[in-house]
């Protein structure tokens, strides 16, 4: 298996070297051989098993998360090419998976002639989940169409911020609903939107 595990450790990192295991001639001969690509027979343990569950998990959250925006999957800053390499969610989850099943992950290339922006880095992405799992997002109602024009919202945009037909804050929508469950009439509703600034 390699050094390190994970997504952004998908391959050896530099600074997971210690020099004092390394001989004049280099590699030093305990636990590695001339065909071992620096994998290693040993199990995965405990520890590199719950991080390698953790970055599924949060695999899927990013991908909740950006796919809907158009995001095709992420990209990981890779060690020993000291390039990004652009993965597509399937293939990353794959990755991901099999590295926890087998200890072991397949040869990487990088995509052929990827669009980099439409990939997500990986520690943005996470930053901005965690940001959103703060602010409550997670929490907020499902919009089923839009408050002003009526466009019906597939479940993956039905937490936008935004009505992608005519731009109109969802938040309206959501805020309606909230109210209206907390007891509000419709005309208490409509003013408090109004004192809100949002359109009724």
Known sequence: ????????????????????????????????????DGFSDEPLDEHETAMIRQDLHDLADFEATFRPEGY???????????EEHYYPWDMLRENLQLLLDTGETPVHEPAYAPEPDRY???????????????????????VAACHRCGF?????????????????????GRLTVA??????????????????????
């Open 1 to 36: 298996m390699p050094e390190t595990v994970g997504p952004e450790r998908l391959s050896v990192a530099d600074d997971d070297f210690d020099d004092e295991r390394f001989d004049d001639e280099g590699f030093e001969d305990e636990g590695l051989d001339d065909d071992a």
């Open 72 to 82: 095709r999957g992420v990209a990981v800053w890779c060690h020993d090419c000291a």
């Open 120 to 142: 997500v880095q990986w520690e943005y992405a996470r930053g901005y989940v965690d940001a959103l799992r703060d602010a409550g997002v997670q929490e907020r109602l499902d």
């Open 152 to 172: 019906p919202l597939p479940e993956a945009l039905g937490q936008g911020n935004f009505c992608p037909r005519c731009g109109n804050p969802l938040l309206a």
């Open 179 to 200: 109210l209206q469950e907390a007891g509000l009439t419709g005309d208490e509703v409509l003013q408090v939107l109004r004192r809100a600034g949002l359109p009724g």
